[in-house]
């Protein structure tokens, strides 16, 4: 069974860090894309950042320089790393492939 796992995600303050992880099980997503998402409550999920199977990365505006999108093929998994973190980042964060759904998410809280 395709299924991703995210977590990692808590309440940090703002300025703070986090690191969440992409388990993904039942697939070998070395040859895939993993694209991050996230979701604020009453507003329209949004892409935030994505690696390519060869480590090429992307990533919106509101998080270029803060975030970093990373994976380990040994461990299929990938990560993102959340660095001076505000209160807008604040969501449930998803990631995803082309050939697996959307997982449960981790939730990410930044409040003083």
């Known amino acids: 069974q395709v299924q991703l796992v995210e977590s990692g995600g808590g309440l940090v303050q703002p300025g703070g860090s986090l690191r969440l992880s992409c388990a993904a099980s039942g697939f070998n997503f070395s040859g895939y894309a993993i694209n991050w998402y996230r979701q604020a409550p009453e507003k329209q999920r949004e892409w935030v950042a994505a690696i390519g199977s060869g480590g090429r990365t992307n990533y919106a505006e509101s998080v270029k320089g803060r975030f970093t999108a990373s994976r380990d093929t040994a461990k299929n998994t990938g990560y993102l790393e959340m660095n001076s973190l505000k209160p807008e980042d604040a969501a449930v964060y998803y990631c995803?492939?082309?050939?697996?759904?959307w997982g449960q998410g981790t939730q990410v809280s930044v409040s003083s």
């Open positions: 995803k492939t082309p050939i697996s759904g």
